[in-house]
């Protein structure tokens, strides 16, 4: 089936995802140690990857990114042993004008900010529908522990969300997931870090625009990048 075939039988914003998943590769070189992020469009950077079979170390942010990353003879190694790394690539549920982000979409935020933390530069891949004037439609994934999570829900609710639902599916970390409803967040810095200081979350999907590097875009004009200068 040719390209052309297989794409009338996708949405635009697959085939944008694919289109900035694919490109981020190109940022990726011998010798580095690679955090490979989680989603639907990061995939498409370990495709990539797979395709281009550079002699690089990844450690990855999920077991699906790992299950896919190997499959593609790609080595994978734990954090720990790679202990450093030189680029991080990951996709977002939301973007805002600062560079913050919502993760967590697919229940992976806590590896993937560890990941994240790891690395000096850190890309993020999306379509352009990830792009919000402020971060809140989405709602704001939380991992807790599966302790008190009535406790945890209502110190969110003090914290502002008007709702917090938990979803069927646990992290890989066997921990519940939880999504916070803040509706426009003014001010997600502060909020991040009154999640973070709050007992029985393990992390928020909230992720600082201080740690992103540049946010690679794709829409139906093709692809474009958002560099963030105020790191
Ligand atoms: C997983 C994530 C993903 O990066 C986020 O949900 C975006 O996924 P996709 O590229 O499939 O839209 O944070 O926890």
Not at 43 to 56: F, N, Q, V
Not at 90 to 119: C, Q, W, Y
Request: proline share 5%; with cysteine.
């Amino acid at each position: 089936m040719s390209t052309e075939q297989s794409n009338a039988d996708r949405s635009p914003q697959d085939i944008a995802k694919e289109a900035a998943g694919r490109h981020a590769a190109s940022y990726v070189t011998d010798g580095m140690r690679v955090g490979l992020g989680t989603g639907s469009t990061v995939h498409w950077t370990i495709i990539e990857l797979g395709e281009r079979a550079l002699d690089i170390v990844c450690t990855s942010t999920s077991v699906q990114t790992h299950e896919l990353a190997t499959s593609l003879g790609l080595k994978v190694i734990s954090p720990d042993e790679i202990g450093a790394l030189d680029i991080a690539i990951d996709g977002a549920d939301e973007v805002d004008p600062a560079f913050n982000l919502t993760k967590g979409g697919g229940a992976a935020h806590t590896r993937e900010k560890i990941v994240a933390s790891m690395s000096p530069r850190f890309i993020i891949v999306v379509d352009e529908s990830k792009l919000v004037p402020a971060l809140g439609p989405f709602g704001t994934p939380l991992e807790v522990l599966d302790f008190a999570p009535g406790v945890v829900t209502t110190a969110v609710e003090a914290l502002g969300a008007s709702a917090v639902t938990t979803r069927d599916r646990r992290s890989d970390n066997g921990n519940l997931i939880m999504d916070a409803q803040f509706g426009t967040i003014a001010d997600p810095v502060a909020l991040g870090i009154a999640l973070a200081n709050t007992p029985g979350i393990v992390e928020h999907g909230i992720f600082p625009g201080s740690m992103v590097e540049r946010v690679v875009i794709a829409g139906l004009d093709g692809v474009r990048e958002l560099v963030n200068d105020q790191r």
